[in-house]
């Protein structure tokens, strides 16, 4: 997700988040859940 001024129009932060898409009984993983998350704001 791309945060943005409203005024402006600047880039504020960035957040992006990796999930599974199915199960994967290998590892006990369920589909949905978040691998990786990152943010970062200016």
Do not use: K, N
Request: net charge negative; aromatic share 8%.
């Amino acid at each position: 997700m791309l945060i943005l001024d409203l005024g402006t129009g600047t880039v504020l932060g960035l957040e992006t988040t990796a999930t599974i898409t199915r199960d994967d009984p290998r590892y006990g993983i369920r589909a949905g859940a978040v691998l990786e998350y990152s943010a970062w704001l200016r």
